[in-house]
């Protein structure tokens, strides 16, 4: 679900970033970008996924330290009825407290560390996303954070975005548990509430709306819906399709 997960975030980052006051299009770019690569992270629970293998052993080690703390909680914290497994994929990257955690963390840093971490994490986005969307993501999104660093005022815009990142990588996050929430496999991220004697209780929904991780559902139906949402929230675009049908369809002025 790499590509999907990716073009998720991206539509998420769009939506939301003229609340975050990301409005130009350099920004928003910026912004959805960021999110799209974080919109992977929560698989670098799995040795697998392309968040694991994105920096060789760095990424490597990373994914194996979070795989060894996903399996302790799970072992502290299982309820009486969740699954016998070891509780390493899709267990603690994919709950919301791993999303609200790392934006706060991500936010505290940035703001600690000025811009060689800000620059560090909006890197990090922007190879993860790429890696699942491709390499002209690069060129488009490095051109934008480029343009906006090259405009920005120093203190006020480094504030303003030490608070985009922290947003930026728990929407992604988020909107990764949501997307698996609709597989076969389900998640858990509501954790650690308890429902149904499990503390890890996998959300989905019924059985008729659940589509298999990398099925033809996803492929031909899901990600082209959010491939065309990718395009249709860029900043102006709305506003220049409407226009657009106005000139074709709406009422002949009148003379």
């Known amino acids: ?19 975050v006051g990301a409005g130009t299009v350099h920004q928003a770019v910026a912004f959805a970008a960021t999110t799209a690569g974080f919109a992977l992270l929560p698989d670098l629970d799995h040795p697998g996924a392309g968040a694991s293998r994105l920096l ?6 990373l994914s194996w330290v979070l795989r060894k ?38 936010m ?40 906006w660093a090259l405009t920005a005022s ?7 975005l030490t608070g985009w990142l922290g947003l930026a990588v728990a929407v992604g996050c988020f909107v990764h548990c949501l997307g698996d929430a609709l597989t076969e496999s389900g998640c858990p991220f509501l954790f650690p509430i308890p429902i149904a004697g ?24 899901i990600a082209p819906l959010f491939l065309i949402g990718a395009l249709v929230l860029l900043p102006g675009v709305i506003e220049a399709l409407v226009s657009i049908y106005d000139r074709l369809f709406g009422p002949a002025p009148v003379t």
């Open 1 to 19: 679900m790499g590509r999907t997960h990716a073009l998720t975030g991206w539509c998420a980052g769009l939506a939301i970033a003229p609340a």
């Open 56 to 61: 060789g052993p760095v990424t490597g080690a």
């Open 69 to 106: 703390a996903s399996a302790l909680l799970y072992a502290l914290t299982k309820g009486p009825r969740d699954e016998r497994g070891k509780g390493t994929h899709r267990h603690m990257s994919h709950t919301v407290l791993f999303a609200a955690g790392l934006g706060a963390l991500t």
């Open 108 to 147: 505290w840093g940035t703001r600690a560390g000025g811009w060689y971490v800000v620059a560090g994490v909006v890197l990090f986005g922007l190879l993860l996303a790429a890696d699942a969307l491709g390499d002209w993501l690069l060129l488009v999104a490095g051109g934008a954070v480029t343009w």
């Open 154 to 160: 120093a203190a006020g815009e480094l504030a303003q």
């Open 198 to 221: 499990e503390t890890w209780y996998e959300l989905r929904p019924p059985g008729f709306l659940r589509f298999r991780t990398g099925g033809r559902v996803e492929r031909l139906v």
